[in-house]
């Protein structure tokens, strides 16, 4: 369930960024991103990642509680100002831009971690996640650590973003290495063979020769 609500604020955070940037596109914004290339490169980039994000999370499965809330539940829902103070690390993994711990909300207590998600507001939680800090071993990396709820999203949200760091740069060297094997072949085209299952840059003679080797 942690890292669901992680997803959800990364792709609102995403969703927030390509419509700001479609904003700017659309209006005589000076501040706008100057370089039109750059900013169509941007938007691209935002709704891959947007749209493989929402198929991912729609398909995710979790067990979940609904309680509804009378008027008198609600006058003592939160802990207030001052209570909810329990630590939540040096990092916030749902605002990375930011350099400063959480600051506390000024009415709910417990800490903003965005604009719209307050951590330990809620009253009789303080105790209990208090005590949800335990061993964990992170299901990517198996490090393992002593960590509570915040802590175990900022480590698994490094490791999440690490991977996609490494796989967008293999995906960036594998199109340097097609566009380098287009240029040294100007004749060549790309042929999958199934009996090597590679993709190759060849000539329509050498994908014949390629088949009767084969045959």
């Known amino acids: 369930m942690q890292d669901m609500l992680w997803r959800a604020s990364r792709l609102r955070s995403t969703w927030q960024e390509l419509l700001s940037l479609r ?13 039109p290339v750059a900013r169509a490169e941007r938007s691209m ?28 539940d609600i006058k003592v829902l939160y802990v207030g100002e001052g209570f ?6 040096d990092e ?12 506390p909300h000024p009415k709910k207590g417990g800490f903003r971690l965005t604009e719209y998600l307050t951590y330990n507001c809620l009253e ?5 996640l208090h005590l949800l800090a335990s061993d964990w071993t992170c299901p990517k990396c198996e490090a393992e650590m002593y960590a509570g709820p915040v802590q175990r999203i900022a480590h698994h949200a490094k490791c999440v973003q690490g991977e996609e760091s490494d796989a967008k740069q293999k995906e960036v060297e594998a199109q340097k290495s097609k566009m380098e094997e287009e240029d040294a072949k ?3 085209r ?3 063979c199934h009996e ?11 994908i014949l020769k390629h088949k009767r080797g084969h045959s």
């Open 196 to 206: 090597c299952e590679k993709t190759l840059w060849l000539s329509s003679v050498q």
């Open 186 to 188: 100007p004749n060549a």
């Open 23 to 35: 904003l700017e596109g659309s209006a005589d914004d000076p501040m706008s991103m100057s370089d």
């Open 92 to 103: 916030n993994p749902f605002n990375p831009a930011s350099k400063e711990s959480p600051p």
């Open 45 to 72: 980039e935002l709704e891959a990642h947007l749209s493989r994000g929402l198929i991912d999370f729609v398909h995710s499965e979790a067990l979940f509680s609904i309680k509804r809330l009378l008027p008198a």
């Open 190 to 192: 790309e042929y999958f």
């Open 124 to 128: 009789n939680q303080a105790d209990e």
């Open 84 to 89: 909810g103070m329990t630590d939540v690390g």
